[in-house]
């Protein structure tokens, strides 16, 4: 239960007054949500931080402040048009008006909107600590070290313009979480050439890096990206209103096949 809430003015007094049992308030939909996996006694609200807000050239990059909403993201003509697709995922443009990629990447939820298409793009977060220094991690390290970061404030996303990336998202209603989310891409990365990640609900959020690695080598068939499915024990899917766990397999696996071809053909 909340019973302190602090407006934060300026940087330094927002990760001054980040301790245990708070949370930085961005644009509340988390909050407000029925459900919400936000637990906290103080909220630290961020919204006033201007360092927080706006979108800039860097380079072959976007650098897009952490408080941006999603409707500033697809309103930005700086904005790689695969990210605003993202965005759009989001079917309420109430929400959009008030949802923010920080928000959304340090809730990391398995029904996230974003998180599948940054992990394809390479995305870079930059993170401010207590003691005013500033890092800079990929959004695949935040998410699996998490416990790294938490106490640190998400400044900025920097995505790349000329990545190429497909994703594709199913629900039950354009209003409601989806139950899959899956990206490619191809990005200029010293790690790894081609990326692919999966956002499932209730079951995992993360890459797929063998499903990767063969796809960057030859075309995979239906059958085999479905036998490294199985093989995955993160995704250890459970039959639910949305389908068997079967069912979901099978949909990721049609999915990525179709995701690649659009990869390969675009790169011709």
Same mark, same amino acid.
């Given at each position: 239960?909340?019973?302190?809430?602090?407006?934060?003015?300026?940087?330094?007094?927002?990760?001054?007054?980040? @301790?245990?049992?708070?949370?930085?308030?961005?644009?509340?939909? &988390?909050?407000?949500?029925?459900?919400?996996?936000?637990?906290?006694?103080?909220?630290?609200?961020?919204?006033?931080?201007?360092?927080?807000?706006?979108?800039?050239?860097?380079?072959?990059?976007?650098?897009?402040?952490?408080?941006?909403?999603?409707?500033?993201?697809?309103?930005?003509?700086?904005?790689?048009?695969?990210? #605003?697709?993202?965005?759009?995922? =989001?079917?309420?443009? %109430? #929400?959009?008006? =008030?949802?923010?990629?920080?928000?959304?990447?340090? !809730?990391?939820? @398995?029904?996230?909107?974003?998180?599948? @298409?940054?992990?394809?793009?390479?995305?870079?977060?930059?993170?401010?600590?207590?003691?005013?220094?500033?890092?800079?991690?990929?959004?695949?390290?935040?998410?699996?070290?998490?416990?790294?970061?938490?106490? =640190?404030?998400?400044?900025?996303? %920097?995505?790349? #313009?000329?990545?190429?990336?497909?994703?594709?998202?199913?629900?039950?209603?354009?209003?409601?979480?989806?139950?899959?989310?899956?990206?490619?891409?191809?990005?200029?990365?010293? &790690?790894?050439?081609?990326?692919?990640?999966?956002?499932?609900?209730?079951?995992?959020?993360?890459?797929?890096?063998?499903?990767?690695?063969?796809?960057? #080598?030859?075309?995979?068939?239906?059958?085999?990206?479905?036998?490294?499915?199985?093989?995955?024990?993160?995704?250890?899917?459970?039959?639910?209103?949305?389908?068997?766990?079967?069912?979901?397999?099978? !949909?990721?696996?049609? %999915?990525?096949?179709?995701?690649?071809?659009?990869?390969?053909?675009?790169?011709?």
């Amino acid at each position: 239960m909340v019973d302190n809430l602090i407006i934060a003015e300026g940087l330094e007094e927002a990760l001054k007054q980040k @301790t245990r049992n708070s949370a930085f308030l961005a644009g509340g939909t &988390e909050i407000n949500r029925l459900g919400s996996t936000v637990q906290a006694r103080k909220l630290i609200s961020i919204g006033r931080i201007v360092e927080l807000d706006g979108i800039s050239d860097a380079d072959n990059a976007v650098k897009i402040g952490a408080m941006c909403t999603f409707q500033d993201i697809i309103d930005s003509p700086l904005v790689p048009d695969y990210l #605003k697709e993202a965005c759009r995922f =989001m079917g309420s443009r %109430t #929400k959009r008006n =008030m949802a923010t990629i920080g928000g959304n990447i340090a !809730l990391r939820r @398995t029904d996230s909107y974003l998180y599948a @298409t940054l992990i394809a793009c390479g995305a870079k977060l930059e993170l401010l600590g207590k003691d005013g220094e500033t890092e800079t991690r990929c959004v695949c390290c935040y998410l699996h070290h998490h416990d790294n970061f938490k106490d =640190m404030l998400i400044k900025s996303v %920097t995505v790349p #313009k000329d990545a190429l990336v497909f994703s594709k998202r199913y629900s039950n209603t354009v209003q409601s979480h989806a139950v899959l989310t899956v990206a490619i891409g191809k990005a200029q990365c010293k &790690e790894r050439a081609l990326r692919l990640a999966v956002a499932a609900k209730d079951t995992a959020l993360t890459r797929l890096d063998d499903i990767a690695d063969e796809l960057e #080598k030859r075309d995979l068939s239906d059958a085999e990206i479905l036998k490294m499915i199985e093989q995955n024990k993160e995704l250890d899917f459970k039959a639910d209103i949305y389908g068997s766990p079967e069912y979901k397999r099978y !949909l990721l696996a049609v %999915t990525i096949a179709d995701l690649a071809k659009k990869v390969k053909e675009a790169r011709r």
